[in-house]
């Protein structure tokens, strides 16, 4: 009877094994180039994973850019064969602005999607190797690529940069030839909740949507694991 349980012990645990290798296999092959339906699936499983932060969004109004911070809050990450996070960025009174969801692909190429809301706009970022593809409210903005350059996608000229010099504390961002900002640098402040824009110049619609998805791009990945 021993030998039977201990028979029936061991099959049961090869077939345990066999399971959760299977079960890795699959969730490797699927996370591995992924195409455009498997993005689109779980873009949808970000929205809904996040819809309770969103519920929560302060309604945005003109003044919202001014108070914008680089504080977050809820942030969670999740390290397997994919890397997952999500936060909140907040005003500097704390108030809930932006969520986001951010999902990394299996290595090694830098292969990743980031899902942003505030109470006006939606912001997706796919990141792919050394560029960015932007949409807002479901249109394709522009690339953006490591030198923090974004390129139109109806022109393929300038559309907008972050003038990116790791050393200062502020950063300016241009929108076409025009300086609308300086965007704090998250890894070099020291304050405990500063505000994002150290000042705003007069901008239409557009050009505030451009400007706060950079910002978004730049303090989420701030808050991401350097590796896997």
Same mark, same amino acid.
């Given at each position: 009877?021993?030998?039977?349980?201990?028979?029936?012990?061991?099959?049961?645990?090869?077939?345990?094994?066999?399971?959760?290798?299977?079960?890795?296999?699959?969730?490797?092959?699927?996370?591995?180039?992924?195409?455009?339906?498997?993005?689109?699936?779980?873009?949808?499983?970000?929205?809904?994973?996040?819809?309770?932060?969103?519920?929560?969004?302060?309604?945005?109004?003109?003044?919202?850019?001014?108070?914008?911070?680089?504080?977050?809050?809820?942030?969670?990450?999740?390290?397997?064969?994919?890397?997952?996070?999500?936060?909140?960025?907040? =005003?500097?009174?704390?108030?809930?602005?932006?969520?986001? =969801?951010?999902?990394?692909?299996?290595?090694?190429?830098?292969?990743?999607?980031?899902?942003?809301?505030?109470?006006?706009?939606?912001?997706?970022?796919?990141?792919?190797?050394?560029?960015?593809?932007?949409?807002?409210?479901?249109?394709?903005?522009?690339?953006?690529?490591?030198?923090?350059?974004?390129?139109?996608?109806?022109?393929?000229?300038?559309?907008?940069?972050?003038?990116?010099?790791?050393?200062?504390?502020?950063?300016?961002?241009?929108?076409?030839?025009?300086?609308?900002?300086?965007?704090?640098?998250?890894?070099?402040?020291?304050?405990?909740?500063?505000?994002?824009?150290?000042?705003?110049?007069?901008?239409?619609?557009?050009?505030?949507?451009?400007?706060? =998805?950079?910002?978004?791009?730049?303090?989420?990945?701030?808050?991401?694991?350097?590796?896997?």
């Amino acid at each position: 009877m021993i030998r039977i349980l201990l028979f029936l012990l061991i099959i049961g645990l090869i077939a345990l094994v066999s399971g959760i290798a299977i079960y890795s296999l699959y969730q490797f092959l699927i996370n591995f180039q992924p195409g455009k339906s498997k993005i689109k699936t779980d873009l949808q499983k970000m929205k809904a994973e996040i819809q309770p932060f969103v519920d929560q969004l302060v309604p945005w109004t003109k003044e919202e850019m001014e108070l914008l911070s680089v504080n977050q809050i809820n942030k969670k990450v999740k390290k397997g064969i994919t890397t997952t996070a999500k936060g909140i960025i907040t =005003s500097i009174y704390h108030e809930p602005l932006i969520a986001w =969801s951010y999902k990394r692909y299996v290595p090694p190429e830098n292969n990743a999607v980031i899902y942003a809301r505030s109470s006006h706009h939606e912001f997706v970022f796919r990141i792919k190797k050394d560029k960015t593809e932007l949409k807002i409210d479901d249109q394709v903005i522009g690339t953006l690529r490591e030198n923090g350059v974004l390129y139109s996608s109806k022109t393929k000229r300038l559309k907008a940069r972050i003038n990116r010099h790791m050393d200062e504390l502020f950063l300016p961002v241009l929108v076409g030839e025009k300086e609308v900002a300086s965007l704090i640098n998250p890894e070099k402040t020291t304050k405990t909740n500063p505000r994002a824009f150290e000042f705003l110049s007069e901008m239409d619609k557009e050009e505030e949507a451009v400007l706060l =998805s950079l910002a978004i791009f730049e303090f989420v990945k701030n808050e991401l694991p350097k590796k896997g």
